[in-house]
T-cell receptor
Framework: DAGVIQSPRHEVTEMGQEVTLRCKPISGHNSLFWYRQTMMRGLELLIYFNNNVPIDDSGMPEDRFSAKMPNASFSTLKIQPSEPRDSAVYFC???????????FGQGTRLTVV | ELKVEQNPLFLSMQEGKNYTIYCNYSTTSDRLYWYRQDPGKSLESLFVLLSNGAVKQEGRLMASLDTKARLSTLHITAAVHDLSATYFCAVDSLGGNTPLVFGKGTRLSVIA
């Protein structure tokens, strides 16, 4: 398996623009997590899905953030409109649940100018 | 709310020396994970500890878990430069398909 695949790897956008981050989890995994990593706040959970259903989105910072998982092999995280404070590395991770660890994608480095 | 604390947050150590990174967590859990992150890279799973007293070793790294003390340690033996990275511990508070809560990470620098 190729692991968790995220795209794009890097994104530079202007303030106010819409940004969409994409994630393909490991085949067969039934849980998907979106994390954000910054120097100041470390790794923060934004939202997670079990069996394609959003379970907890309390970590989503504002209404500008939304996430979807239309099927077991694809998820998106959208920011609209983007702001400079959204600049961070966004990681997607997936797991099989139970006692298995979460496997992380390579991340998307987002810069909002 | 589950809290995970690591210390130290920064560690500079000489090659050949031994050191221990500590990870404390605030609520009952018997599942703890250690990850490694190189600069600009993703998180790589190192160890999965699933029961009290669990000990796992890989090369110069050894991880242990004491669920009664809510403490995990990552011991580094005879450090080498290649171990320079940030190490995170993470706890699964509810088990099953729930997200991990991460510590802030320990940035390790091994110098000659």
């Amino acid at each position: 398996d190729a692991g968790v695949i995220q795209s794009p790897r890097h994104e530079v956008t202007e303030m106010g623009q819409e940004v969409t981050l994409r994630c393909k989890p490991i085949s067969g995994h039934n849980s998907l997590f979106w994390y954000r990593q910054t120097m100041m706040r470390g790794l923060e959970l934004l939202i997670y899905f079990n069996n394609n259903v959003p379970i907890d989105d309390s970590g989503m910072p504002e209404d500008r953030f939304s996430a979807k998982m239309p099927n077991a092999s694809f998820s998106t995280l959208k920011i609209q409109p983007s702001e400079p404070r959204d600049s961070a590395v966004y990681f997607c991770a997936s797991s099989l649940g139970g006692t298995t660890e979460a496997f992380f994608g390579q991340g998307t480095r987002l810069t909002v100018v | 709310e589950l809290k995970v604390e690591q210390n130290p947050l920064f560690l500079s150590m000489q090659e050949g020396k031994n050191y221990t990174i500590y990870c404390n967590y605030s609520t009952t859990s018997d599942r703890l994970y250690w990850y490694r992150q190189d600069p600009g890279k993703s998180l790589e799973s190192l160890f999965v500890l699933l029961s009290n007293g669990a000990v796992k070793q890989e090369g110069r790294l050894m991880a242990s878990l004491d669920t009664k003390a809510r403490l995990s340690t990552l011991h580094i033996t005879a450090a080498v430069h290649d171990l320079s990275a940030t190490y995170f511990c993470a706890v699964d508070s509810l088990g099953g398909n729930t997200p991990l809560v991460f510590g802030k990470g320990t940035r390790l620098s091994v110098i000659a």
